[in-house]
């Protein structure tokens, strides 16, 4: 009849995608002012923003979906499509190098690999590369006593290269082999040249940029220049526990094609986890 | 003329990318901006071309008020306290806490001040062995416990061995951690309380981004906060985290850290800032 007929045309017609844009214009300058929050990078978040509004405005929003999920969705695929491929990183033998900036977490993320990859079956070693700071041996053979894994380490040589060579040759039948480095920053052209010399004479299976989630706008541009000296191949995002969103992440994955594979939650060799897009976007957008 | 309310959000917003790009927190940067915007609400310029540089001009005095708010003479407060002055420095992980330490003992030898360190932080791998290197360098005493021992019995007997020889200043180092910890920040306020610090010293990290201003917040609500030192400046960071902790707290930076090297620390200034910002 026709109450029927026109009540099952009514629902169609509310079904019909419509674009609202005020609605969507308010939904992209909300996203905005959180990336912003987040950290990512200001010139990243106004590209990102422009591809968004021109997708908002020219793709259907899904069957159902109101004009703001339509939006949210479309940020979800730019930002999952910016962090790229995720990586299980291989259970084989292989020598892994931690790189980054000052106090990110490069020791204690060591420490945390270690109890990784020992769990998983593998033989496990360390090697104190850091010649610089003070105590950083002791710091890493604390945390390799703690888990449980040999460590390689010469109070009195202060050439890096040197050191790690000689850890290699003495871990030559582990599986893997974790090689901690001093901090640095791009201007300091003495210890990006040293970390380079490191990366020529091992050429190492995995290159870990650490990346402290609080980290701003120079999160980019410190990727880059890590990157241009060791070709990074993962990025590991530490300090999550805290309330910093990591959007200084996307930058480091842009700058160095390198997926971001674990996240540190923690101090202690238990608190690493994979990393997780979806979990990770959500936090970012609060 | 009236300054043309387009003209004014242009230019602002132009003026506020350059903020958050230096890493000055959002919030921050709505503030100042709403500020210079209230400032020049209705104003009367004489030319056209004036309009850019009186804006830039109101938002530079704004940035300037902000980083001059409850000044603090660090000298002078060491000079006319009564000894032993005792400072606490406390912050979230791996900003530079122990080595600023370092550089503070450094700077007070330079000016005649004996100094004590209190190896305050009992549970990080190394943390006690790297400030036994800087004390055995600077010549400066170090009182420590066993590792896991308690934070705020070593920072007591720190301050009554100063007490006892003499020593003009006490410099307690903290552990990091997270503001969000709330056993940690308890921690931390029971070695305020136990140690009486004269000074609450924040440090913080000049690389962070908005993040700055949740942690100082949290901080300066836990132990209330007398100055701020922000480390790593030499990584090229703008330093706006600067402007987000004083904001946000509404103390003053005292120093800034610009490497390594017992030398790298040199005393904040307003202007330096300014121009750091506006190249
Ligand atoms: N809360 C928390 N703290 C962390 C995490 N990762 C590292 N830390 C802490 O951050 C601080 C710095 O860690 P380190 O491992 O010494 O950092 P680093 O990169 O080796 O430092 P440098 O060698 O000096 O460049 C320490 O207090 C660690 O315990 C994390 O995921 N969460
Ligand atoms: N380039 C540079 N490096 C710095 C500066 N201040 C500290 N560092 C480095 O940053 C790293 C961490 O410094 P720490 O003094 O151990 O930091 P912390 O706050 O005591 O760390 P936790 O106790 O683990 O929380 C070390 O490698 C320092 O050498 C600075 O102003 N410039
Ligand atoms: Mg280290
Ligand atoms: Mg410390």
């Known amino acids: 009849n026709l109450s029927t007929s026109l009540r099952k045309t009514l629902k169609k017609i509310a079904n019909y995608p419509h674009i609202d844009k005020d609605v969507i214009r308010e939904v992209i300058h909300d996203i905005q002012r959180a990336l912003v929050m987040a950290d990512v990078n200001v010139r990243m978040v106004r590209d990102i923003t422009r591809r968004i509004e021109e997708r908002a405005l020219s793709e259907r929003p899904e069957a159902g979906m109101s004009s703001k999920e339509h939006v949210i969705r479309i940020v979800y695929e730019e930002l999952v499509h910016i962090l790229g491929e995720s990586k299980e990183v291989p259970l084989k033998k292989m020598n892994i190098m931690m790189v980054g900036l000052y106090g990110q977490g490069k020791t204690t993320t060591a420490g945390k690999l270690a109890r990784y990859f020992q769990r998983k079956g593998m033989r496990v070693a360390m090697i104190a590369g850091d010649v610089h700071r003070p105590a950083a041996i002791d710091q890493l053979r604390q945390i390799a006593e703690k888990v449980n894994v040999p460590v390689y380490y010469d109070y009195d040589e202060k050439d890096a290269v040197k050191i790690v060579l000689g850890g290699l040759e003495e871990f030559k039948h582990e599986d893997i082999i974790i090689i901690d480095t001093a901090g640095r920053h791009a201007l300091e052209d003495d210890l990006i040249d040293e970390m380079r010399c490191i990366f020529e004479a091992v050429n190492p299976d995995e290159k870990f940029l650490v990346l402290d989630a609080t980290i701003g706008q120079q999160a980019g541009p410190q990727a880059k220049a890590f990157n241009d000296a060791v070709q990074v191949t993962g990025v590991v995002l530490t300090k999550l526990d805290g309330t910093a969103k990591g959007g200084g992440a996307l930058s480091a994955v842009a700058a160095t094609h390198a997926p971001i594979v674990f996240i540190g939650t923690g101090e202690h060799p238990d608190d690493l986890e994979h990393f997780d897009p979806p979990r990770f976007i959500s936090r970012l957008l609060g | ?279």
Request: proline share 3%.
């Open chain 2, 1 to 279: 003329k009236r300054l043309k309310f387009r003209v004014l959000n242009d230019v602002l917003s132009e003026l506020e990318i350059i903020l958050m790009e230096s890493d000055v927190a959002l919030p921050v940067v709505d503030e100042i901006t709403a500020e210079v915007k209230s400032e020049l609400e209705g104003v009367k310029l004489r030319r056209k071309e004036d309009v850019g540089e009186f804006i830039e001009a109101s938002l530079k005095s704004a940035i300037r008020g902000v980083l001059t708010t409850n000044p603090v003479d660090f000298d002078d407060f060491i000079a006319r306290h009564e000894k032993p002055v005792v400072l606490m420095f406390v912050g979230v992980n791996g900003t530079g806490k122990t080595t600023t330490i370092a550089k503070i003992v450094q700077y007070l030898k330079d000016r005649g001040y004996s100094s004590v360190i209190a190896a305050s932080d009992t549970f990080r791998a190394g943390a006690i062995e790297q400030l036994g290197i800087h004390s055995a360098r600077l010549g400066v005493k170090l009182i420590k416990h066993q590792a896991g021992g308690d934070p705020a019995a070593v920072a007591y007997d720190a301050v009554e061995h100063a007490k006892a020889r003499h020593k003009d200043v006490v410099l307690i180092d903290t552990a990091g951690r997270m503001q969000t910890n709330k056993n940690l920040m308890d921690e931390m306020k029971k070695i305020k309380r136990v140690a009486k610090p004269h000074m609450m010293i924040y440090v913080g990290d000049s690389l962070a981004g908005n993040d700055a201003v949740e942690q100082a917040s949290t901080f300066n609500e836990a132990v209330s906060i007398t100055g701020a030192i922000l480390c790593k400046i030499d990584s090229d960071a703008r330093g706006g985290a600067a402007l987000s902790i004083a904001h946000a707290v509404g103390k003053p930076i005292l120093f800034v850290g610009t490497g390594q090297g017992y030398k790298d620390l040199v005393p904040f200034s307003a202007d330096w800032m300014v121009n750091r910002l506006f190249g």
